[in-house]
């Protein structure tokens, strides 16, 4: 049964950061492309990271270029986004994404970061 879990979400000021952690299982991790996305109310889901699966191959979203940190770590299945410099228009559930190599794409259930004063 795959599972992806997601967590490290919250509430934080502007200008701070957050931690998000994604806990894969019921696939082969390491060898699928593991990407983060985001969705405020109103809008359509939109990519923020993506990650190779060795991790050597990382891209961002252009408003969270320099702010944001995608990594993983395959011997804990785990992967991981850093968020810096976080703003209001960052607000959003945050969802984890797995494509293993056989095409197959899962979704995690989503965790909610509101970046508020």
């Known amino acids: 049964q795959v599972q992806l879990v997601e967590s490290g979400g919250g509430l934080v000021q502007p200008g701070g950061s957050l931690s998000l952690s994604c806990a894969a299982s019921?696939?082969?991790?390491?060898?699928?492309?593991m990407s983060w996305h985001r969705q405020a109310p109103g809008n359509e889901r939109e990519l923020v990271a993506v990650?190779?699966?060795?991790?050597?191959?990382?891209n961002y979203a252009d408003s969270v270029k320099g702010r944001f940190t995608i990594s993983r770590d395959n011997g804990k299945n785990t992967v991981y986004l850093q968020m810096n410099s976080l703003k209001p228009e960052d607000t959003a559930v945050y969802y984890c994404?797995?494509?293993?190599?056989?095409?197959?794409?899962?979704w995690g259930k989503g965790t909610l970061v509101t970046v508020s004063s």
């Open positions: 994404k797995a494509v293993t190599p056989y095409g197959s794409n899962y």
């Open positions: 990650i190779s699966y060795t991790g050597g191959s990382t």
């Open positions: 019921g696939f082969t991790f390491s060898r699928s492309a």
